[in-house]
């Protein structure tokens, strides 16, 4: 029972730390990119619209294609990519391979255009997007690391939970040229195969959050579900209490056994407390 009891004593004087989460959110330079209400980015021509959002852990890239017009569109995943720090990596997650021209889409309606090799069949990682309608994927997630952050450089600040409570959290505001994440997305369609489009976007991080002290669900105003935030989650490290815990149950036989012995007393080590 003293085992017990010693164990017990333990996990109330050293509790399990929680998770550290960074809690994101994104903007975005481009004049041509709406921020609508929801958060998500949203990009629009007469033809399309492309909508990405970033909601939910890690930071998934959700791409949402609407094709607005009365003809199939396509959306080749392979010839579309993400550059983090001037590393690309496809869509359709293979090394990627921009031998030709294309149509691009600049923020003042330009286009400059050249030409690919024509398909004759429907090739491996490209979607069909039949008229009047959608399709949206999530083919990559950001995942970032912001531990490599000094703690020095947040400062104090407070979010609220769903309880109305103000919750002390740690802070980071940026522009795009001092953000630790800035990121470009290329976005290739074609409703012609010869005539390829590409929709370029960008994004930067705007805003960190750091905290133990309110979990996502615990967010107030559905922060957790809008398109330009998302988080990180830091599991907490309980080696050392787990490793505690550990001596003081063998140590607890030792207890046990001197307290049906003879002795009448027992010296307890303080590195057990």
Same mark, same amino acid.
């Given at each position: 029972?003293?085992?017990?009891?010693?164990?017990?004593?333990?996990? %109330? =004087?050293?509790?399990?730390?929680?998770?550290?989460?960074?809690?994101?959110?994104?903007?975005?330079?481009?004049?041509?990119?709406? &921020?609508?209400?929801?958060?998500?980015?949203?990009?629009?021509?007469?033809?399309? !619209?492309?909508?990405?959002?970033?909601?939910?852990?890690?930071?998934?890239?959700?791409?949402?294609?609407? @094709?607005?017009?009365?003809?199939?569109?396509?959306?080749? !995943?392979?010839?579309? +990519?993400?550059?983090?720090? @001037?590393?690309?990596?496809?869509?359709?997650?293979?090394?990627? #391979?921009?031998?030709?021209?294309?149509?691009?889409?600049?923020?003042?309606?330009?286009?400059? !255009?050249?030409?690919? #090799?024509?398909? +004759?069949?429907?090739?491996?990682?490209? $979607?069909?997007?039949?008229? /009047?309608? %959608?399709?949206?994927?999530?083919?990559?997630?950001?995942?970032? @690391?912001? *531990?490599?952050?000094?703690? &020095?450089?947040?400062?104090?600040?407070?979010?609220?939970?769903?309880?109305?409570?103000?919750?002390?959290? &740690?802070?980071?505001?940026?522009? /795009?040229?001092? $953000?630790?994440?800035?990121?470009?997305?290329? =976005?290739?369609?074609?409703?012609? $195969?010869?005539?390829?489009?590409?929709? *370029? /976007?960008?994004?930067?991080?705007?805003?960190?959050?750091?905290?133990?002290?309110?979990?996502?669900?615990?967010?107030?105003?559905?922060?957790?579900?809008?398109?330009?935030?998302?988080?990180? *989650?830091?599991?907490?490290?309980?080696? +050392?209490?787990?490793?505690?815990?550990?001596?003081?149950?063998?140590?607890? =036989?030792?207890?046990?056994?001197?307290?049906?012995?003879?002795?009448?007393?027992?010296?307890?080590?303080?590195?057990? !407390?």
């Amino acid at each position: 029972m003293k085992q017990i009891f010693c164990i017990l004593v333990i996990a %109330m =004087l050293f509790p399990a730390c929680s998770s550290t989460f960074f809690y994101s959110t994104l903007n975005t330079p481009n004049e041509y990119v709406e &921020k609508v209400d929801n958060g998500d980015f949203l990009l629009e021509t007469d033809s399309l !619209w492309i909508a990405y959002c970033f909601k939910g852990g890690g930071g998934p890239v959700q791409i949402t294609v609407f @094709n607005k017009s009365d003809k199939p569109l396509y959306v080749d !995943w392979k010839r579309s +990519a993400l550059i983090i720090d @001037n590393v690309a990596m496809t869509y359709a997650g293979e090394k990627i #391979d921009y031998s030709g021209d294309w149509d691009t889409f600049y923020s003042n309606q330009t286009y400059s !255009w050249g030409g690919f #090799d024509s398909q +004759a069949v429907l090739p491996k990682g490209v $979607s069909f997007v039949p008229p /009047q309608t %959608m399709i949206s994927e999530t083919p990559l997630s950001l995942n970032p @690391n912001f *531990e490599h952050i000094n703690n &020095k450089s947040y400062r104090d600040s407070r979010i609220g939970n769903t309880q109305n409570i103000a919750v002390k959290v &740690k802070r980071l505001d940026f522009e /795009q040229g001092n $953000s630790p994440l800035a990121f470009k997305s290329y =976005l290739t369609v074609y409703f012609q $195969s010869d005539r390829p489009l590409v929709y *370029e /976007q960008d994004f930067y991080l705007e805003t960190l959050l750091k905290t133990n002290a309110i979990k996502p669900l615990e967010l107030a105003g559905g922060m957790a579900e809008r398109g330009d935030f998302f988080y990180v *989650e830091k599991p907490a490290n309980n080696t +050392a209490l787990y490793t505690t815990l550990g001596i003081v149950a063998g140590a607890g =036989l030792i207890v046990v056994g001197v307290a049906y012995g003879d002795t009448d007393t027992v010296d307890y080590d303080d590195d057990y !407390w």
